[in-house]
């Protein structure tokens, strides 16, 4: 079955940074994408975009160029998120989630990565 | 910057049928848009329920259905039970590789 799992939570401090994994099983993982979205506490969905599994390319939403970084390592069918100079404002879950094959959509969602900046 | 427009809240009795819409600040939503909905309840992740305008996500209940209504897309929960109390997003395709959220709906059941 389907199955994309996320690394666990993370406390960081201003102006660190950090990488989430989301490691997927089940399917062809270069056969479908992989989409990031962050939910601030309190807060809904917010899409930040995605990555191309079969060429590796980015897509990055409006808000989220610069600081943060999708990336791949296919040999072990994970898709990863780094955020760099974190700020207290990128306290959020932080979900992967796969986008369904051949057309526009997301499908199977990773479990969730709670970053917590704080000093 | 389009936003994408849902209502904040709705609430349907027990048994009952409600319509949750996502439109545009500017235009109509079309299958062009690819409308995708989302169920969460909190502290959970979300659940695909709707892709592509109707498609339903595997294991889904054919309760939970997907339209274009007018100038929005729509997601219908026929015979609505306590555990639908949720709060529900859709996604929409802007194109060149870009999709928004909206705001989200929180559905109450009573």
């Known amino acids: 079955q389907v199955q994309l799992v996320q690394s666990g939570s993370e406390l960081k401090k201003p102006g660190a940074s950090v990488k989430v994994s989301c490691k997927a099983s089940?399917?062809?993982?270069?056969?479908?994408?992989v989409n990031w979205v962050r939910q601030a506490p309190g807060q809904g969905l917010e899409w930040m975009g995605w990555i191309n599994t079969k060429t590796g390319i980015p897509t990055y939403a409006q808000g989220f160029t610069g600081r943060f970084d999708f990336s791949l390592d296919t040999t072990v069918s994970t898709a990863h998120l780094q955020i760099s100079s974190l700020k207290p404002e990128d306290t959020a879950v932080y979900y992967c989630a796969r986008k369904v094959g051949g057309i526009w959509g997301l499908d199977y969602w990773g479990q969730g990565t709670l970053v917590t900046v704080s000093s | 910057q389009t936003v994408v427009t849902q209502e904040p809240s709705f609430s349907v009795s027990p048994g009952g049928t409600v319509t949750l819409t996502c439109g545009l600040s500017s235009g109509s939503v079309s299958t062009t848009y690819s409308p995708g909905w989302f169920q969460q309840t909190p502290g959970q992740a979300p659940r695909t329920l709707i892709y592509s305008t109707n498609t339903r996500s595997s294991g889904v209940p054919d309760r939970f259905s997907g339209s274009i209504l007018g100038n929005k897309a729509a997601l219908t929960i026929t015979g609505a039970q306590a555990d639908d109390e949720s709060d529900y997003y859709c996604v929409l395709y802007m194109g060149s590789g870009i999709s928004v959220f909206g705001g989200g709906t929180k559905l109450t059941v009573l």
């Open positions: 089940g399917y062809t993982f270069t056969s479908f994408g």
